[in-house]
């Protein structure tokens, strides 16, 4: 027992009885622990049986005294009543196994009674017979002892708070929901992912652990948010920011912003807050000129009231100020050194200075350059800061910390043009070149390492910190991403990527209205064969008829031509009858008659049979012709939704086409490479290759359009025409929106227990939830997720618990399995109960569609997936690779393959028609509980009982990331 309790989740209601908090934790564990522990229990119990020995009949027979309750407050039938019903009464009493015709699972049917009248007479213990019997007062004694379920008699202290109840008049209080149940803390140790998804373009994918839900980014390789509910926050433990209970289901919405996670009688919807991105930077005035550090941790703005000002890039705050430089006679030059601990500046006279952030003070100076100084960059090994000057000349400044000097060099011209813009990252320095040209100088000696070309005039560029990547931007809007090591062109940053999404969501769904009409019409075919096969068959019965009727016709003729006769043999027998051979006649006679009788006999029935086989092969055609008819109007149907579908296709391939400008980028870090255009939209890329990840919609007018950026870990520092300053978060915080379920204190949650299972429709209208009570109810609903209102309830879907859900990709059907160990697929239009599936011997864990609708994968605690022909119903296929029950699985698109997983260690990618493993996806060492995959397979995530979410090249199965724990990081 010591064991079991140790190792229990224990986020229960913290007014549960010992047993009962024991039963609720064994509950929540997953299948195999929930089964080991039970046996584990069951194995203590009968110990402790063994070890008291034979109990004493007259000792059962003792009536409980009960104890004087005293709790200050009145007694609750949720919080102190139930528990002790729950632990030793309700295996018994309960709506599927009501013994006595009595259910004690809630107050309501408490005080209905059973069989043998009310149970609770108000402010009357002594006359309730739910008192009586479980104070084994009178018989028959509740719960029987010795009994089969380890229910125990009540206490002294719980038979006296079950008097004390019903004495206060047996109210029924408050209704049991999450909102008013007193919650204990999550172990912080159990960390064991019982849920992931990953969003439809492969970037994100979110797990669940305990009560917290952790959303990764691929890209940038690390956690980027940690699901906060505002309602939880010092609430509960660091375990429990998302929910107080465990996350047993995730679901990412098809357009990637919105997130549903499931705990107990909850589901949350969470917005990735992508218009909340630009945020602006309240300072005292009006900027004229921003500059960053070469690591972009910083930046300097020079403000109208003469202050330069430092921020701290990654908290937005301002970290120091300098005063008393005057922009109409100070330019800002840069934000410089080792620990970017000066400000660069230069004064009307053309001397630049080094000044300490820090207190304000000169660090060195110079003398006068002889042409306007416009931008610096400090090379930390050469110890010189390089002066760009209007003239398009560089000038290196050699520092001496001691004599506070700054000695300049000789000039440094560029045979490519005037230099117009310079950035130092490293040993790089990036000089832009007056027109399409970009030089990166070694910062050492600033001779031309790399030139990068462009064909067309530059008006901007910038350096990636790392200085692997150079990006920049045409005059006309063209950004442009090169790699620094050969200055070869990598990519051409103008990919609209909502246009992009659109065209690709829009191209999936023609490819499902296609694929159905390919089915339909496959069908159609079989059908019109059938046709065929029954009017061959109708044909063969006609003749078969023709032959009865023609032997029928024969037989009678016969059978007429022997009465005759018999009659004749029969008269003279009646003249003659001791004449022997006219006896012999006569048997002789109706011998002949009664074969011909038998003949004609048999004649019928095979007229008759013929007649039949006729008409049922013409019924048989029939429903046939029937069959090809409804079906041809479902082609109708489904050709209309591919023509749809086909010209929304065309028309978001022509959007995809149209290309976007922007005026400045920067980078984020190394992994993003960020634009914006003079709208003040921020797109974001991927450095390694250009590819389009993000947007952030902006809507500046023209007054406030951007006029600078600068690079960051985060986001970008904006400075607009108006001299307004803004940040843009380049990884936007997910916000919790909206809460399904709960309908107040007073009243149930719409879900009776933990929500198990969630599924977007394809067009994100509509969340599927599935769960239940364990083995009471399976509940599988439909909510809208624009209002979050309850759409539809399909009334007893199943008998148990819901583990999965999935809607078909065209969006008409949704399967579920469950705990009963069934699949079913019910219709979205109606809301009726299509087909079922059976042969699972143990609980469906999860069901999946292919994405063409013909097939269906489930998975089962009984080691098995099943692979069944989603119209008939008949199982196609058994696949046994596991060893252990397989918890999750999941179709890739389109194809014939799909991803599975189970608690033997091990993740798999199936081919559906033939059961063959295609590759496995290695390194869990312990029990797999869930896992997913993009539509497209490329990416595979899966998480197990060592709380590491590990994810895999979906092509190759190669490791691309794992995410540990925080706790354990």
């Not at 919790?736 to 149930?748: A, C, H, N, R, S």
């Amino acid at each position: 027992m010591k064991q079991i309790c140790s190792t229990l989740p224990v986020s229960v209601p913290a007014f549960a009885s010992r047993r009962s908090l024991l039963r609720s934790a064994v509950r929540a564990l997953p299948l195999t622990s929930r089964m080991v522990h039970c046996l584990t229990l069951c194995a203590v119990v009968a110990a402790a049986f063994i070890a008291t020995g034979t109990v004493v009949a007259d000792e059962e027979e003792k009536a409980i005294m009960a104890e004087d309750v005293k709790l200050g407050r009145p007694v609750e039938f949720e919080r102190d009543i139930y528990p002790m019903l729950q632990a030793n009464c309700i295996a018994c009493h309960n709506k599927v196994k009501s013994e006595g015709e009595l259910s004690l699972e809630n107050a309501e049917t408490i005080m209905k009674g059973g069989a043998a009248g009310p149970a609770i007479v108000p402010g009357k213990p002594d006359e309730s017979y739910l008192y009586q019997v479980a104070a084994r007062i009178e018989e028959p004694q509740m719960p029987p002892w010795p009994n089969e379920v380890q229910a125990q008699k009540l206490t002294p202290r719980q038979v006296g708070l079950l008097r004390q109840w019903i004495l206060e008049g047996a109210k029924v209080g408050a209704a049991a929901s999450a909102a008013n149940m007193q919650w204990q803390t999550i172990n912080a140790r159990l960390t064991a992912i019982y849920s992931v998804d990953a969003d439809p373009s492969g970037r994100f994918v979110a797990a669940g652990r305990a009560g917290m839900v952790s959303v990764y980014d691929l890209l940038a390789q690390d956690e980027i948010a940690s699901l906060i509910d505002p309602a939880l926050v010092g609430d509960v433990s660091p375990a429990q920011t998302s929910h107080r209970d465990y996350v047993h289901a995730i679901a990412f919405h098809p357009e990637g912003q919105m997130l549903a996670t499931a705990g107990f009688q909850v589901v949350k919807l969470w917005n990735r807050d992508v218009a909340s991105t630009i945020v602006p930077i309240a300072l005292p005035n009006k900027t004229v000129t921003t500059v960053s550090s070469a690591d972009n941790s910083l930046a300097a703005v020079h403000q109208a009231d003469g202050v330069i000002r430092v921020i701290d890039l990654n908290t937005n705050a301002v970290a120091s100020e300098i005063s008393g430089h005057d922009p109409a006679t100070v330019t800002l030059l840069g934000l410089t050194g080792s620990e970017n601990q000066w400000v660069s500046v230069a004064s009307a006279d053309d001397v630049v200075k080094l000044i300490n952030r820090a207190d304000g003070a000169v660090a060195a100076s110079s003398e006068a350059l002889g042409a306007k100084p416009v931008e610096a960059a400090f090379i930390v090994a050469g110890n010189k800061l390089v002066v760009l000057q209007d003239d398009g000349a560089l000038r290196p400044l050699v520092f001496d910390a001691a004599a506070k000097t700054l000695t300049a060099g000789e000039p440094v011209k560029s045979d490519k043009g005037a230099v117009r813009q310079i950035a130092v990252a490293g040993a790089i320095l990036l000089c832009r070149i007056e027109g399409q040209a970009v030089e990166l100088r070694k910062a050492d000696s600033l001779q031309p390492a790399i030139n990068i070309q462009s064909g067309t005039a530059l008006g901007h560029a910038a350096i990636s910190t790392d200085a692997q990547r150079v990006v920049t931007v045409t005059a006309d809007g063209k950004p442009e991403l090169w790699n620094a090591a050969d200055g070869k062109l990598l990519a051409t940053l103008n990919t609209d990527l909502l246009a992009a999404r659109s065209l690709a969501r829009r191209t999936a769904d023609k490819t499902v209205r296609d694929a159905r009409v390919t089915v339909v019409k496959a069908q159609i075919t079989e059908d019109e064969k059938r046709v065929t096969e029954q009017k061959a068959s109708l044909t063969k019965a006609e003749e078969e008829l023709k032959k009865a009727t023609t032997a029928a016709a024969e037989a009678k003729k016969k059978f007429d031509e022997t009465v005759p006769k018999t009659a004749a043999a029969k008269k003279a027998a009646e003249e003659k009858p001791e004449d022997a051979a006219v006896k012999k006649a006569l048997e002789e006679a109706t011998k002949a008659e009664q074969a011909a009788k038998d003949g004609l006999t048999t004649a019928e029935n095979a007229l008759k049979s013929a007649n039949k086989g006729k008409e049922l092969s013409e019924q048989a055609i029939k429903r046939a012709e029937a069959r090809v008819a409804d079906r041809k109007q479902v082609l109708a149907a489904v050709e209309q939704e591919a023509k749809t579908s086909t010209e929304s296709q065309v028309a978001a391939d022509a959007a995809a086409k149209q290309t976007i400008t922007s005026q400045f980028a920067g980078f984020v870090g190394t992994s993003f490479v960020a634009t914006v255009d003079n709208a003040g939209t921020t797109r974001l890329w991927k450095s390694t290759d250009g590819a389009a990840v993000d947007v952030f919609p902006g809507a500046l007018p023209e007054t406030a359009k951007p006029a600078g950026v600068v690079g960051g870990s985060k986001g970008l520092l904006v400075q607009q025409a108006d001299g307004q300053l803004v940040r843009v978060n380049a990884f936007p915080q997910w916000k919790l929106t909206q809460v399904l379920g709960p309908q107040g204190d007073d009243k149930p949650s719409v879900f009776a227990d933990r929500v198990l299972a969630l599924a977007f429709s394809p067009d994100g209208t509509t969340l599927a939830v599935g769960g239940g009570e364990a083995s009471r109810s399976g509940e599988l609903t439909l909510w809208n997720v624009a209002d979050g209102k309850l759409v539809r309830t399909f009334a007893d879907a199943h008998s148990d618990t819901v583990y999965g859900v999935d809607f078909s990709a065209d969006g008409k059907l949704l399967a579920s399995a469950a705990a009963d160990k069934f699949v079913k697929v019910f219709d979205l239009s109606t809301g009726k109960h299509v087909r079922s599936y059976e042969g699972h011997t143990h609980h469906v864990m999860d069901v999946s569609w292919k994405g063409d609708g013909t097939t269906l994968a489930s998975a089962g605690a009984d080691n098995a997936i099943k692979v069944w022909n989603a119209e008939t119903g008949e199982q196609s296929r058994t696949i046994t690779t596991y060893k252990k029950q397989v918890t999750s699985l999941s179709f890739i698109g389109m194809e014939d393959d799909f991803i599975s997983c189970s608690g033997d260690k091990r993740v798999f990618r199936h081919k559906a028609s033939n059961g063959g493993t295609v590759r496995e996806f290695k390194g869990c060492p312990d029990y797999v509980y869930c896992s997913t995959t993009t539509s497209d397979g490329a990416i595979v995530a899966a998480g197990c009982e060592d709380g590491v979410l590990r994810v895999w090249n979906g092509k190759d199965a190669k490791e691309i990331a794992s995410f540990a724990p925080a706790a354990t990081k």
